[in-house]
């Protein structure tokens, strides 16, 4: 199967160009040319099916064309080493916990599948040149693409972040890791970081000397993975027969893990509509609103991995729709909630149900309490884990939330950067000394 740019310009690209590439050389995001329909029989018998059946079946209409069906089957099945259940929160509230992976995020999935997609095109490739991913990060995309690639065999993870400016928790999570993995300390800000990788991917001299791929959220690898767990979510609701009218709800920042859902409800999958939760970069719920899209500067929040005042993913979104904003409010609704809500959110819900929300999680929470009518069954994505908040969670709820062994062992971990200035000079030679 073929990828298309959401700008139209760029020619149509391979599964492997596109995953290699990440953006298009448009800076448009690459779109599959078609989305296969999943048939009856198969959500006549969804809930008989593990995870990684279901995930496979998904993976197959989307790269069966690309890759064998064994080493598509080995890839989804060595991604998918988790859980992801879905966990009654009340009555016709429930929780789908995407934080049972090693970072205990949702980008678990994606990076864990796009590490493996490439290692299976490197291999394909003769020579065999070790492939060096560069990445930027405020946090939390740095520990999951860090964990997904750890170990793979031809693959070297540079993973850029400012000095000073990641929390504790998350710093560990990819600078203790070693292997193929190097933690750079930038004397800087996150834009700084990202300036550096961008400089990287356009300097001619580096690209010859070296082989560089970004692994980048909106890279088809890392996005399309995504609606694996939506059609185990609605497998899991049908084994408790609340499969009918079911909404599901999306805390979104870059809107990534949304697009995902709906193009697995393009794929037949019996979702009745989408709700995108956003904190106060609420651009999306603007364009909802107005029918107007205005990119802003992000603002600050406590839920800030959805701190994105430009949302890449809308472009996937709006070409999916035809630029249509009837039907893309016919299917989607919105809310936006102040750091205040979203604390306030956090007591009631442990209060009345005591289910521990993280602020990312909470957003979805609320706007379904907010929004779901008589007779629909909500499903929120619990995005991360509260302990991955710790700090936060403990102060907002008075409490002392338990940190799981696998975070505890990467915080015992000891702590292996390189200090870099933010000079694109130093990264160079850097890099042209690996
Ligand atoms: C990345 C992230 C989000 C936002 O997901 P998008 O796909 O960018 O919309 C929400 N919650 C958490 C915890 C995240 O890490």
Redesign the pocket.
């Given at each position: 199967m073929k990828y298309y740019s959401t700008n139209q310009v760029a020619p149509h690209a391979t599964l492997e160009e596109a995953v290699v590439r990440g953006l298009a050389p448009d800076k448009g995001l690459y779109m599959p040319e078609i989305i296969k329909q999943l048939p009856k029989d198969f959500f006549d018998h969804i809930e008989t099916l593990s995870f990684q059946e279901i995930a496979y079946r998904v993976a197959d209409a989307f790269f069966g064309d690309d890759v064998e069906p064994d080493a598509l089957k080995q890839i989804v099945y060595d991604t998918l080493a988790f859980d992801a259940p879905v966990v009654k929160v009340e009555d016709n509230i429930y929780s789908l916990e995407l934080?049972h992976g090693p970072t205990l995020?949702?980008?678990d999935v994606g990076a864990r599948f796009m590490a493996r997609l490439l290692q299976h095109f490197i291999k394909k490739e003769a020579g065999g040149q070790t492939v060096n991913v560069l990445v930027a990060t405020s946090g939390?995309?740095g520990s999951?693409v860090a964990n997904g690639f750890l170990g793979v065999d031809g693959i070297h993870v540079y993973v850029l972040y400012p000095k000073g400016k990641v929390s504790k928790i998350q710093e560990c999570q990819f600078t203790t890791l070693g292997q193929n993995i190097t933690a750079i300390e930038i004397d800087g800000v996150f834009d700084d970081c990202q300036a550096l990788v961008k400089s990287a991917f356009m300097d001619e001299e580096l690209n010859r000397h070296i082989k560089l791929t970004s692994a980048n959220?909106i890279n088809v690898a890392r996005f399309l993975p995504?609606a694996f767990y939506y059609f185990y979510a609605y497998a899991q609701l049908k084994k408790l027969g609340r499969q009918h009218e079911v909404v599901i709800c999306?805390?979104?920042?870059?809107?990534?893990?949304?697009?995902?859902g709906i193009f697995g409800n393009e794929m037949g999958l019996p979702v009745k509509r989408f709700i995108?939760a956003n904190n106060a970069n609420d651009i999306f719920y603007q364009y909802l609103k107005s029918g107007k899209y205005e990119p802003k500067p992000s603002k600050q929040t406590i839920?800030n991995?959805?701190d994105?005042g430009n949302?890449s993913?809308f472009a996937r979104i709006y070409d999916l729709f035809g630029g249509s904003h009837e039907r893309i409010t016919s299917r989607i609704s919105g809310a936006t909630y102040t750091d205040a809500q979203i604390m306030e959110t956090m007591r009631q819900c442990h209060k009345d149900t005591g289910y521990t929300l993280?602020p990312?999680?909470a957003c979805g929470y609320r706007a379904l309490k907010e929004l779901l009518q008589p007779g629909e069954t909500g499903v929120f994505?619990e995005?991360?884990h509260p302990a991955?908040f710790k700090e936060k969670v403990d102060a907002i709820l008075n409490g002392n939330i338990q940190i799981p062994e696998r975070l505890a062992n990467f915080m015992r971990g000891r702590k292996q950067s390189i200090e870099m200035s933010k000079d694109f000079n130093d990264f160079k030679d850097f890099l042209m000394k690996v």
């Open positions: 934080f995020a949702f980008k939390d995309t999951a959220s995504q999306v805390p979104s920042g870059n809107f990534g893990n949304i697009t995902a995108a839920a991995a959805m994105v949302p993913n993280d990312h999680g994505l995005t991360a991955k």
